[in-house]
């Protein structure tokens, strides 16, 4: 039996990644991280989410160490800044987060026997995090499996695809309102479309807009990345 997890907050990529995952894989276990982030009100929707759309079951996790050891405008009342100059990493950035979270989750792979981690980071529209970049993700896999000589893969669906082929996979699963109205991306926590002006508000909604803009040549594009 197949068994994957997936690192989920609630937000339109690791939802797109779940849906699509419970597509693929006989059983599939969710977990959450609580680490004090600003837009809180995503655990709640993590785990209304994993509910409704099947998963088997949904941990949410008490990362706070994060939390005392980090200052990020993602977990502060700090305003939140651009990546102005392209380079630069941008102030929303959690040192070590993405590392801590797939420890956690190779802990949990390893404890129920999952041989699959799902997470939705993408470095096509690169935010600036360098956790986010599939060099890190292979290193990452290969730290696992070598600490606890277990078989291990980590999934990154999303890596290559732009926001707007996101869009065309949550709507080849027949997703897309789901994903648009449920989910919550947004820095300033609002499910949705969001506050509209927050940096991964504007992500989201340009790629919406260039998805339904051109919704059927994004398919084809989607198609023939998926099928390389
Ligand atoms: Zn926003």
Known sequence: ?????????????????????????????????????????????????????????????DVGILNDLTVSALTRDIPIEENKDGNAIPNTFVPGRNILFLTLAGIYAYQINADVIITGVCETD??????????????????????????????????????AETWALADKYNSLELVRHQTLTCYNGLKGDGCGTCPACILRQRGLDEYLANSTMIQAQLTAKCTK
């Open 126 to 163: 690169f935010s600036g995090y360098p956790d986010c970049r599939n060099e890190f993700i292979k290193s990452m896999q290969t730290a696992l499996m070598q600490g606890m000589d277990k078989q291990l893969t980590i999934s990154t669906p999303l890596m290559w695809l732009d926001k």
């Open 1 to 61: 039996m197949s068994k994957a997890i997936v690192v989920f907050s609630g937000g339109q990529d690791s939802t797109t990644c779940l849906i699509q995952a419970l597509t693929q894989y006989d059983e599939v276990h969710c977990v959450t991280f609580d680490y004090g982030q600003r837009h809180r009100q995503e655990i709640e929707i993590a785990k209304e989410l994993s509910s409704k759309l099947g998963a088997k079951s949904h941990q949410v996790l």
